[in-house]
Antibody, heavy 121, light 110 residues
Framework: QVQLQESGPGLVRPSQTLSLTCTVS??????????WSWIRQHPGKGLEWIGS???????YYNPSLKSRLTMSMDRSKNQFSLRLSSVTAADTAVYYC?????????????WGQGTLVTISP | QSVLTQPPSASGTPGQRVTISCSGSTSNIGSNYLYWYQQLPGTAPKLLIYRNNQRPSGVPDRFSGSKSGTSASLAISGLRSEDEANYYC???????????FGGGTKVTVL
């Protein structure tokens, strides 16, 4: 069973870059079994898909975030990462990393516990 | 405003059947699979239904999903106190080229 754990700063200044890492255990991010994904939840609100990345390096980004978003992998550490530039208060949210089945990238089977990122001066 | 529309709340007494609707369009529900996620208070979402009506292993058969045209629904039969949670529908949207979620429905067990 795949387990995921988010890590990163809980506070980011406006206009700076938000960087988060998801550490995966239980499978290799290079195995090809999953799409590695990020999803966020604004306080008291619903869910928003940020983007997904396959083991090949192919990325699929939410069009509304694409201009500010970069996802990457560190295969040696079995981690994947999110970088969101030029953040504003509207980016304050709980950020989840999740894995989606490689045959169905809308099927988010496993989730991290989530990490709250606050954008504030 | 979410592309997929869900009622903000639903409720029922223990043992009752509760149904949650999810309404979309031809670019999402009408042409792609529908998924349901359950989010218990203070926890990460959990996959409940995939590909319209399939349950992952471990999900009780009290939960069932269906889809017709550009709408879908999640039914919870034999409602239990532990079912009190937020439920989100999700689908791929061909126009937006991305995964979209409904606004969520909070289920309360009276």
């Amino acid at each position: 069973q795949v387990q995921l754990q988010e890590s990163g700063p809980g506070l980011v200044r406006p206009s700076q870059t938000l960087s988060l890492t998801c550490t995966v255990s239980g499978d290799s991010i290079s195995s090809g079994g999953y799409y590695w994904s990020w999803i966020r939840q604004h306080p008291g609100k619903g869910l928003e898909w940020i983007g997904s990345m396959y083991s090949s390096g192919s990325t699929y980004y939410n069009p509304s975030l694409k201009s500010r978003l970069t996802m990457s992998m560190d295969r040696s550490k079995n981690q994947f990462s999110l970088r969101l530039s030029s953040v504003t208060a509207a980016d304050t949210a709980v950020y989840y990393c999740a894995s989606a089945d490689n045959n169905d990238r809308r099927r988010f089977d496993y989730w991290g516990q989530g990490t709250l990122v606050t954008i504030s001066p | 405003q979410s592309v997929l529309t869900q009622p903000p709340s639903a409720s029922g007494t223990p043992g009752q059947r509760v149904t949650i609707s999810c309404s979309g369009s031809t670019s999402n529900i009408g042409s792609n699979y529908l998924y349901w996620y359950q989010q218990l208070p203070g926890t990460a979402p959990k996959l409940l239904i995939y590909r319209n009506n399939q349950r992952p292993s471990g999900v009780p058969d009290r939960f069932s999903g269906s889809k017709s045209g550009t709408s879908a629904s999640l039914a919870i039969s034999g409602l239990r106190s532990e079912d009190e949670a937020n439920y989100y529908c999700a689908a791929w949207d061909d126009s937006l080229s991305g995964v979209i979620f409904g606004g969520g429905t909070k289920v309360t067990v009276l």
